[in-house]
């Protein structure tokens, strides 16, 4: 997989996002990072083939099957993004604060045991992706569903109705008070900033 749009997207003399990075073990591993920016959002990253494929979720993932999440595809990022926290400098692409909300490792749901990279890529071009997730917040099984008659980059991230399942969620309520008030505060100031 290519990374030249992420690359082309960031000055990195400037941002300390990652330029590149390689798997060094056999589990596929998976991050949710969430990112005040402009638009607070959280990323959905799912390694495959060695880069993390990328869904912006404006909701942010739920554990609720009833909640069916906007997930809009962009562009891979690079394997060593999985530790990537802290500041996006002002005036840079992404600017703002990014934490790392939960990471851990995922396997396929219906994994057939062969090439698992070759099976998650034709799974993404086939417009539905089952996984199952085993981090810290978000456990169990997960869809990754590709809109039909809409926007070529719109899936829908959805929780399967299995024993991690509950009925109510909102994953800020899982984010960390400084966590909060610290991207408020990078937002307000950058705001600030652009008034002058």
Do not use: C
């Amino acid at each position: 997989m290519s990374l030249e749009k992420y690359k082309s997207k960031r000055n990195f003399g400037e941002t300390p996002e990652p330029k590149a990075g390689k798997s060094s073990t056999m589990q596929h591993i998976f991050v949710v990072q969430r990112h005040q920016a402009s638009r607070l959002h959280y990323d959905f990253r799912l390694e495959a083939n060695g880069v993390l494929k990328s869904w912006a979720v404006p909701k942010g993932p739920s554990m609720n099957p009833v909640d069916k999440r906007l997930a809009m595809e962009v562009e891979d990022h690079p394997y060593d993004y999985k530790d990537f926290q802290g500041r996006i400098p002002a005036g840079n692409y992404g600017a703002g604060t990014v934490y790392i909300w939960d990471k851990g490792t995922y396997t396929l749901l219906n994994d057939d045991g062969k090439n698992f990279d070759k099976q998650m890529l034709k799974e993404i071009t086939d417009g539905s992706v089952k996984v199952v997730l085993k981090g810290r917040k978000l456990k169990g099984e997960f869809a990754l569903v590709k809109m039909k008659n809409t926007d070529q980059n719109a899936w829908l991230l959805i929780k399967h109705n299995d024993k991690y399942a509950v009925d109510e969620y909102n994953s800020e309520d899982y984010t960390p008070q400084r966590v909060k008030d610290q991207g408020l505060r990078q937002k307000e100031t950058a705001k600030t900033a652009r008034k002058k």
